[in-house]
C-alpha cells in the first residue's frame, strides 16, 4: 500500500483478555517501530525492528508485551491480560534505512486505539 | 537517557499571529533534531529537520535553529493559519544503526479564523 497501514483502528476490550495489533509497513522499508501514545505522555518507544530481528526492545513496559515481525513486513504487537494502564493509542512507523540517525523520517500509521475497560 | 521537553500547551491563537514552540533537549554526542506534526485524523509527519549545530530546518513557513549552546530547537513561523491547527512534537534521534527516536510530550495547537 501507499502508507502505513494499522488494524484495528480501534479495539475496546476487557481486562484480563489479550489483544493483537497488526502493522503493514511501507513495501521495501526494512525498519519498522512501535510506539504507545498516551494522553499527556506523549510518544513512547516500545520496540523496533531491523528487519525480522529486534534489536532494541527496551521500550516494552513489562513482559506481558510482545511484539514479532515475519518476512521483513508486517509486525503484530500482542499485550496479554491487558490491564486499563494498557489503554492508549499504539503508533507504528518505518522507514527506508537501518535507524533514523540523520534522515529522520519515520513514516507513521494512523494507529490503533486501545481502550481496556 | 535521551529526553526531549516541550513547552506545556494547549496553544491558542488567532489567525496572522506569531507562532513560538520551544522544545529543549538531553542527549549525548550530536543528536540530530526534528518537528514532527500530526493533523486531526492524520498519522505524525516530519515537518522540518536539522542535522548539526547551527542548522536551521524550514518547511511550509515554519522554521527551527539547531542551538546547541542552548539545546535547544525552537518552532517558529511568522504568521499562522487555521490549517496549522494540529499536534506539535519535537524529537531527537541519537547516532548509530539502531538508533531511534525519542519523543517531545507534543503540544496542540489550535488556530482561529
Known amino acids: 500500500g501507499a502508507g502505513v497501514s494499522q488494524s484495528p483502528s480501534n479495539k475496546v476490550t476487557e481486562k484480563g483478555k489479550d489483544v493483537e495489533l497488526r502493522c503493514d509497513p511501507i513495501?521495501?522499508?526494512?525498519?519498522l517501530y512501535w510506539y504507545r501514545q498516551s494522553l499527556g505522555q506523549g510518544l513512547e518507544f516500545l520496540i523496533y525492528f531491523q528487519g525480522n530481528s529486534a534489536p532494541d526492545k527496551s521500550g516494552l513496559p513489562s513482559d506481558r508485551f510482545s511484539a514479532e515481525r515475519t518476512g521483513g513486513s508486517v509486525s503484530t504487537l500482542t499485550i496479554q491480560r491487558t490491564q486499563q494502564e494498557d489503554s492508549a493509542v499504539y503508533l507504528c512507523?518505518?522507514?527506508?534505512?537501518?535507524?533514523?540517525?540523520?534522515?529522520?523520517?519515520?513514516?507513521f500509521g494512523e494507529g490503533s486505539r486501545l481502550t481496556v475497560l | 537517557g535521551d529526553s526531549v521537553t516541550q513547552m506545556e500547551g494547549p496553544v491558542t491563537l488567532s489567525e496572522e499571529a506569531f507562532l513560538t514552540i520551544n522544545c529543549t533537549y538531553t542527549a549525548t554526542g550530536y543528536p540530530s533534531l526534528f518537528w514532527y506534526v500530526q493533523y486531526p485524523g492524520e498519522g505524525l509527519q516530519l515537518l522540518l529537520k536539522?542535522?548539526?549545530?547551527?542548522d536551521k530546518g524550514s518547511n511550509k513557513g515554519f522554521e527551527a535553529t539547531y542551538r546547541k549552546e542552548t539545546t535547544s530547537f525552537h518552532l517558529e513561523k511568522g504568521s499562522v493559519q487555521v490549517s496549522d491547527s494540529a499536534v506539535y512534537f519535537c524529537?531527537?534521534?541519537?547516532?548509530?544503526?539502531?538508533?531511534?527516536?525519542?519523543f517531545g510530550k507534543g503540544i496542540t495547537l489550535s488556530v482561529r479564523p
Open positions: 512507523a518505518s522507514s527506508k534505512a537501518p535507524g533514523v540517525a540523520g534522515t529522520g523520517e519515520l513514516f
Open positions: 524529537a531527537l534521534s541519537s547516532t548509530g544503526a539502531n538508533s531511534k527516536l525519542t
Open positions: 513495501s521495501g522499508h526494512t525498519a
Open positions: 536539522a542535522t548539526k549545530a547551527d
